[in-house]
């Protein structure tokens, strides 16, 4: 009877240490880190001069400084175009705002019409950050 309560004690023991074993070469959660498009709110009726401003949590927003720092990037924002793919740079165009200065907020002109907006984090090379959530308001430009 003890040599099978010696048995069990042994076999839990070797199934404890394994499962911890799997846990340490688990890579580590990603950050909780995002961007947040705080205006203007989601199916807005805006004026063709539309105020985005933005909120970040997890990361540090300041101006672009050509290099790669871990938690540290500037806002792009993105008007009725695709995102950049994370790790890839992307010309400024038009459609797409570098607010390089380290800005939360910016002011598009735009025609009347339904847009979208992505807000996105990128590194002070202007390539998107990994693990940071973006966000996308859709807005109805028209009179109010």
Do not use: C
Request: charge should be positive; avoid cysteine; proline fraction near 7%.
């Amino acid at each position: 009877m003890r040599l099978a309560v010696f048995a069990l004690g042994l076999a839990a023991l070797a199934v404890a240490s394994a499962d911890a074993a799997a846990q340490e070469r688990l890579p580590p959660p990603p950050p909780k880190a995002w961007v947040k498009i705080v205006s203007p709110k989601r199916a807005a009726v805006v004026p063709g001069k539309v105020e985005v401003k933005l909120d970040a949590q997890g990361v540090s927003i300041r101006a672009a400084n050509g290099t790669r720092e871990t938690g540290i990037g500037h806002h792009h924002l993105y008007l009725d175009m695709p995102v950049t793919p994370v790790g890839q740079t992307h010309a400024e165009s038009g459609q797409l705002v570098h607010l390089a200065d380290g800005a939360t907020s910016h002011v598009f002109f735009v025609t009347p019409g339904k847009h979208r907006i992505i807000a996105a984090v990128a590194y002070g090379n202007h390539v998107l950050m990994e693990g940071v959530a973006q966000d996308t308001v859709d807005v109805v430009v028209g009179w109010k």
